[in-house]
């Protein structure tokens, strides 16, 4: 790995739980880890449970658009998450690879959202403290 390691989180949708991955990453990382999204079938758009979900914690997503997973982006990474992607995720030697079983939140309201979102957010912060990244407070907490 890099002084920056780098985590590619993928989903089918790219519309809910490899976005939270991705969000969680990026703020409790304070930036010091490179992240990616991208889903073997990508949705036209973010789940707007997710996002409020998300909100909830100080992270507003709302700019993210779910995208296509292309071989190059899983090439680039070092850690590669999936979370229900199945055969569609490439595979490479050399990669670690993480499967999350994870409630697929499509269709979900705000309440049944929470607590994939507080799941994720959980396997998120022990993935940063393995890759010796300091975990910093969410923007909720940091304002509290």
Not at 107 to 118: H, K, L, M, S, T
Request: negative net charge; proline residues 8%.
């Amino acid at each position: 790995m890099t002084d920056k390691p780098s985590v590619m989180f993928v989903c089918v949708h790219n519309a809910g739980r490899s976005q939270m991955g991705a969000a969680y990453t990026h703020h409790l990382s304070g930036g010091k880890v490179e992240v990616r999204s991208a889903g073997s079938a990508p949705a036209d758009s973010v789940n707007p449970a997710v996002r409020e979900a998300l909100l909830e914690e100080g992270i507003d997503i709302s700019a993210e658009k779910p995208k296509i997973l292309t071989p190059e982006a899983v090439q680039a990474s070092d850690v590669v998450i999936t979370m229900g992607c199945g055969d569609a995720c490439p595979f490479y030697p050399g990669k670690r690879y993480e499967d999350w079983v994870l409630q697929d939140p499509a269709g979900q309201g705000v309440d049944a959202v929470r607590p994939i979102r507080d799941e994720i957010r959980r396997r998120v912060t022990e993935l940063l403290t393995e890759l010796g990244v300091e975990v910093l407070p969410t923007p909720a907490e940091a304002a509290r």
